[in-house]
């Protein structure tokens, strides 16, 4: 059973925007202490946290390396979780992934979630 589903993602040249979404089937289901983050990884490295969002309290976190660029945000009626790309840089490149559990207690590291999207590609190049 699917339950989160991404959109988004493409080609892009520096300096350009891209959106991600997710909708995850899963959100209303677990009422609270709900998270979801989008994740990173580019060939040959490990996966990376990117951004992750506390759905009860509406508070948000990012790496240093999308600080300022990128914003998440989640629209509880649809159950998306998005993610806005400004300002991309070749070094985003990567395939992009979204994640969702509850009780998560570290945000930005993968391996605080068992529920995943299937990935969507991220191309800056000029």
């Known amino acids: 059973q699917v339950q989160l589903v991404q959109s988004g993602g493409g080609s892009v040249q520096p300096g350009g925007s891209l959106k991600l979404s997710c909708v995850d089937s899963k959100y209303t289901q677990a009422k609270s202490r709900y998270t979801m983050a989008w994740f990173r990884q580019a060939p040959g490295k490990e996966r990376e946290g990117v951004a992750a969002i506390d759905t009860d309290a509406d508070y948000a976190w990012y790496s240093d390396a999308v600080k300022g660029r990128f914003t998440i945000s989640v629209d509880d009626a649809k159950n998306t979780l998005s993610l806005q790309m400004d300002n991309l840089k070749p070094e985003d490149t990567a395939t992009y992934y979204c994640?969702?559990?509850?009780?998560?207690?570290?945000?930005?590291?993968?391996?605080?979630?068992?529920?995943w999207g299937q990935g969507t590609q991220v191309t800056v190049s000029s």
């Open positions: 994640a969702g559990d509850t009780a998560v207690k570290w945000p930005l590291r993968p391996i605080e979630y068992k529920n």
